[in-house]
């Protein structure tokens, strides 16, 4: 994010897309509400489902899936020709303008409407409202990056902040909401192929130097290493023999399931280390028991890039270790020590070479957390990004054309499907499916269709059905709710017993390597 949550209620315009907020971000959509109903801020919805914040949107877009670019595209296209965006911003702060403004030429309100199924009047309107705001926030999630052009959604959110003059004001900014509590401290300490901590490039030779001197070694590489989605085909193909795996549950979140489970099949030997017994961790060779949040000290780097100690407060089972204790002891028993006595000494490290972090002591966030860049232990923290410049100087425009989706619905697979989650589950379901009201509010899977084409296909609710791709099939019950839109349905991805994942399509973004989990197209027929 670039600015914080609490921001969030400085907002005139909030524009959420992609982001079910109040079933996966609860406490982020107080905000969101907030503003609207105490500070009279508008709120856009850009999402297919009638989501729940759509109660409290002055406008609600209802495009076709994996058509974010074009819309994007469309609202810019007319603020670039009512001549309302921020001229001084983007003369003084911004680079790439005129070609973009090029590309965005042909996008049209009546040819973004054929694309997307928003109305044309639907197009003009949301354009003016974001632009006459005088700060406006824009707030997405994985219905934004769990695509083929992921990464080009993104950039062309960027696009339309800068297009506005809104980054780097309070109230404003371009915020990412992160899918899991940590998942920023994880992308911050190195949790990436091609990065050290503080998203340091491997390739950089100073960068290199640092570190080896930093762990007395030397020879380290210089080569990125591979994401998830390239090691399985690795595996599959015997390139890969081995795989550790630290809190991650594959065996349920990666796309095409059936074909993930061969590749880990393929493997000579795998570790999982986890707190519970996962659908990953029964496949394993070993597997090392580790403390939840709760049973050890440490940080979060949330959100909003807010570095926050957390406290052990109770006693770890069995013979469950802290992660870091783990690691430590296998380099011990490989001959190397690394040194470490506690949290506290791990995270001294990390601040010592993350340049980012490098203010951030354990003393300075004993009651408070702060945002990063904090670069030295005079400074304040950044609760707001690019308030003067950017990183790189100015902001680079991004020519990005509309490209669709990797899989489109055809006469055999004449649905489409989206995946997402419930407010009663997280995730891959390892730790919520273990509490026993939550299983009660929702026991099972589900996939959610319209009114319209449950009559079409002549279902009802409740029945009991057959949902399949390409790639795979699994059972569950079909709801029938105002939520969908025609032509598309819904599943959340906690059922392990009905794992969506075994449908999704494994088409990659080119970039960012994230498989294309919320487009793939299926078909449905009654259970037998």
Request: proline share 5%.
């Amino acid at each position: 994010m670039t600015n914080t949550i609490a921001d969030i209620e400085e907002s005139d315009v909030i524009l959420v897309t992609g982001s079910n907020t109040t079933e996966n971000h609860p406490v982020i959509s107080s905000f969101v509400k907030r503003a609207v109903t105490r500070r009279g801020a508008k709120l856009i919805v850009v999402d297919p489902r009638r989501i729940k914040l759509v109660d409290f949107a002055e406008k609600w877009l209802r495009p076709n899936l994996g058509t974010d670019v074009a819309w994007l595209n469309g609202l810019m296209h007319v603020i670039i020709k009512e001549g309302l965006y921020d001229q001084s911003f983007v003369e003084n702060r911004t680079e790439g303008f005129e070609e973009v403004k090029a590309m965005v030429e042909k996008f049209t309100p009546e040819h973004v409407s054929t694309i997307t199924g928003i109305p044309v009047k639907d197009i003009i309107d949301t354009a003016r409202l974001y632009a006459g705001a005088k700060a406006a926030s824009l707030l997405y999630c994985m219905g934004i990056t769990q695509h083929v052009t992921g990464t080009d959604n993104v950039k062309t959110l960027a696009n339309l902040a800068m297009l506005c003059g809104n980054l780097g004001i309070r109230g404003g900014g371009v915020n990412p909401l992160r899918g899991q509590n940590n998942v920023q401290g994880a992308c911050d300490m190195g949790g990436l192929p091609n990065v050290f901590s503080g998203y340091q490039p491997v390739t950089d030779p100073a960068a290199i130097s640092k570190m080896e001197k930093a762990w007395s070694t030397t020879g380290l590489s210089n080569k990125p290493g591979l994401t998830v989605t390239e090691m399985l085909p690795k595996a599959y193909a015997g390139e890969l023999r081995a795989m550790y795996i630290i809190g991650e549950n594959p065996m349920m979140s990666d796309a095409d399931l059936n074909h993930a489970e061969k590749c880990f099949s393929h493997l000579d030997f795998m570790v999982v280390q986890d707190i519970f017994m996962t659908e990953t961790a029964a496949i394993a060779d070993v597997v090392l028991p580790s403390c939840c949040f709760a049973e050890k000290d440490g940080t979060f780097s949330n959100t909003e890039r807010r570095v926050q100690r957390v406290r052990k407060a109770v006693e770890p089972p069995g013979s469950a270790w802290e992660d870091w204790k783990i690691t430590a002891e296998i380099a011990s028993r490989m001959g190397v020590d690394m040194g470490f006595e506690n949290a506290e000494s791990v995270f001294t490290e990390l601040a010592s070479v993350t340049p980012s972090y490098g203010g951030i002591t354990w003393a300075r966030i004993e009651k408070e957390g702060l945002h990063w860049p904090c670069p030295s232990t005079e400074h304040p923290g950044t609760p707001i990004l690019h308030t003067e410049t950017f990183p790189i100087g100015k902001g680079k425009f991004s020519v990005i054309d509309y490209i669709p989706p990797a899989e489109i619905a055809d006469e055999e697979y004449p649905l489409y499907l989206t995946t997402g989650r419930v407010l009663y589950h997280y995730h891959s379901g390892s730790m919520t499916r273990r509490v026993d009201g939550l299983n009660d509010r929702s026991p099972e899977g589900f996939v959610e269709i319209s009114i319209a084409d449950a009559e079409k296909y002549n279902f009802k609710d409740g029945d009991r059905v057959k949902v399949a791709s390409r790639r795979g099939e699994i059972e569950l019950l079909l709801s029938v709710s105002d939520k969908a839109v025609d032509g598309t349905v819904f599943i959340p991805f906690h059922f392990a017993e009905a794992a969506v994942n075994r449908l999704t399509n494994a088409a990659l973004d080119p970039t960012s390597k994230i498989p294309e989990f919320k487009v793939c197209a299926v078909k449905i027929s009654n259970a037998a």
